[in-house]
């Protein structure tokens, strides 16, 4: 049961376009998003992140907006920088009392930046 | 050090052989996870700590897999009887907490793991 998605296996945009990734989620009670960007050869390392009491939140080029009632996000890159090009992971916590919150992860989306 | 850090970094091991994993977290992050990413797929969640519980074990692939975390910090993932099918890389991530912003996970580089 695949409780985040990212459908889009791969995204190739030109340097200075936007890029749009996308993720959805099943779980409603899941409360906290995050977005991670993931190197060849290095562990993921944290992008950006969103309340599920918020629908949009902005740090410098990236911005990531939640749509709730389509259990629906996205991350933002402007303007995407060939630097940028990596696997992006979508992920979500939700908290349960009995084994307190965990996250999880979709498939990943590669994003490639070209110049 | 400030990070995550994972031992050994590559690990090449003989098919059947027993190999084990280990994860220091970040100094006081009381949440630990293990994920690993086989070649062209996601991350696959394992295990997930809290303190030194496991409240979450739904993820070991098989009961070939089972991992243990001691004075809440340094854990152990251990396969036993390795299978091909087990190569991939290994990643474990600590978090400070259980919600919101302490939710956030830090990676470390992962293990490497090619079963011949």
């Known amino acids: 049961d695949q409780q985040v998605k990212q459908n889009s296996p791969s995204l190739s945009v030109q340097e200075g376009r936007i890029s749009i990734l996308n993720c959805d989620y099943t779980?409603?009670?899941?409360?906290?998003f995050l977005w991670y960007k993931k190197y060849p050869a290095e562990g993921p390392t944290f992008l950006i992140s969103i309340s599920s009491i918020k629908d949009k939140n902005e740090d410098g080029r990236f911005t990531v907006f939640l749509n709730k009632s389509a259990k629906h996000l996205s991350l933002h890159i402007v303007p995407s920088q060939p630097g940028d090009s990596a696997v992006y992971f979508c992920a979500a916590s939700d908290w349960v009392e009995t084994s307190g919150s965990r996250l999880t992860f979709g498939e990943g989306t590669q994003l490639t930046v070209n110049p | 050090g400030a990070g995550v850090s994972q031992s050994p970094s590559n690990k090449v091991t003989e098919k059947g052989k027993d190999v084990e994993l280990r994860c220091d977290p970040i100094?006081?992050?009381?949440?630990l996870y293990w994920y690993r990413q086989r070649l062209g797929q996601g991350l696959e969640f394992l295990i997930y700590f809290q303190g030194n519980s496991a409240p979450d074990k739904s993820g070991l692939p098989s009961d070939r897999f089972s991992a243990e975390r001691t004075g809440e910090s340094v854990s152990t993932l251990t396969i036993q009887r390795t299978q091909q099918e087990d190569s991939a890389v290994y990643l474990c991530?600590?978090?400070?907490?259980?919600?919101?912003?302490?939710?956030?996970?830090?990676f470390g580089q992962g293990t490497r793991l090619t079963v011949v």
């Open positions: 991530a600590s978090s400070a907490g259980p919600s919101g912003m302490d939710t956030e996970a830090f």
């Open positions: 779980n409603s009670m899941f409360d906290y």
């Open positions: 100094s006081g992050h009381t949440a």
